[in-house]
């Protein structure tokens, strides 16, 4: 099952290129506060389950082309992000598990802009991450548990405007929290629509290039490692999110004018466009410089 946010923050079902609005169902669900109608609905997903199954199955739906598709959790509890964990294509051991958070402020979805921010930085990339969405209350779970912890799959952007802020400008991950740099989409694919997490393709455009090409095979750490790791430091709620990290090669700049689209395997893909008020730029092109970094500093 395929949920979305669309038009006003309504909640609905995507079904092939259809949008099926929940109706009367969604007044449950709705309140003061967009960003808790997704996390309300998730919390009492087993409940409305079967009534959504057949809303699935009406035949009854939009074209999508017709709607506005929001990001589908428009403001996370938590946004928590894996720094690198991929092998980059090497095989090697890992490095230990680490993240960071990531303002859920930042969050915007399909169609959106994402505005490069009126400070000094060396540069802006794309890192295309799929992330998971948790489903239910999760406090020092198991591996052999935590894959129950998972309410569904989502697509992310982790756009990464580098350096610039800080005492520390080179090391700071403050800079990856500015408004716009996190979006988020087309959908939430629930867990069990997914048959493998660890075993999806991942691409990414910037307007006709090809950047990011690569499958989650590649993943450091496994989705049950990583959630036992954030179990540990702190409770997951319903509605966090974990971005499980990006495969630098292929990683490139974003800058004024340009669309960015990312497309996951059996989730989807959406596009955001790119503005910047100060119109830096810099080579259309893979950044090679950073992908051989991060590839050699990872033994």
């Excluded at 980059?88 to 993240?99: A, K, L, N, T, V």
């Excluded at 540069?123 to 239910?136: D, M, S």
């Excluded at 996190?182 to 075993?199: F, K, L």
């Excluded at 989705?223 to 430091?233: G, H, Q, Y």
């Amino acid at each position: 099952m395929k949920l979305v946010m669309y038009n006003d923050f309504r909640p609905g079902l995507l079904v092939g290129d259809n949008v099926i609005g929940l109706g009367g169902l969604a007044d449950d669900y709705m309140g003061p506060h967009v960003e808790d109608v997704m996390i309300n609905l998730i919390e009492d997903f087993a409940s409305v389950r079967d009534d959504l199954e057949d809303l699935e199955d009406s035949g009854r739906g939009v074209p999508v082309s017709s709607v506005q598709l929001r990001a589908p959790l428009p403001r996370p509890r938590k946004l928590i992000c894996c720094f690198g964990n991929y092998r980059e294509g090497q095989d090697r051991d890992s490095f230990p598990i680490d993240m960071f958070l990531k303002s859920p402020e930042a969050v915007i979805g399909p169609g959106d802009t994402v505005v490069l921010p009126n400070t000094p930085f060396t540069i802006c990339h794309h890192e295309a991450e799929l992330a998971l969405v948790i489903g239910k209350r999760s406090k020092d779970i198991s591996q052999a548990d935590a894959m129950d912890s998972i309410f569904g799959y989502t697509a992310f952007m982790d756009v990464s405007p580098r350096a610039g802020i800080g005492r520390n400008p080179g090391m700071t991950m403050i800079q990856k929290s500015y408004d716009t740099c996190a979006p988020m989409g087309p959908c939430i694919v629930t867990a069990d629509e997914i048959a493998d997490p660890h075993a999806l393709d991942i691409k990414y455009w910037v307007d006709d290039q090809a950047r990011h090409d690569y499958n989650t095979s590649d993943l450091e750490h496994t989705v049950p490692e990583l959630i036992e790791w954030a179990t540990r430091v702190m409770t997951l709620l319903p509605g966090d999110v974990i971005a499980l990290g990006t495969n630098h090669q292929g990683i490139g700049p974003l800058q004024d004018g340009e669309t960015g689209r990312i497309e996951i395997q059996d989730i989807g893909s959406f596009s955001v466009s790119v503005m910047d008020p100060n119109k830096r730029t810099w080579p259309r092109e893979v950044d090679q410089t950073m992908a051989t970094r991060v590839r050699e500093a990872r033994p």
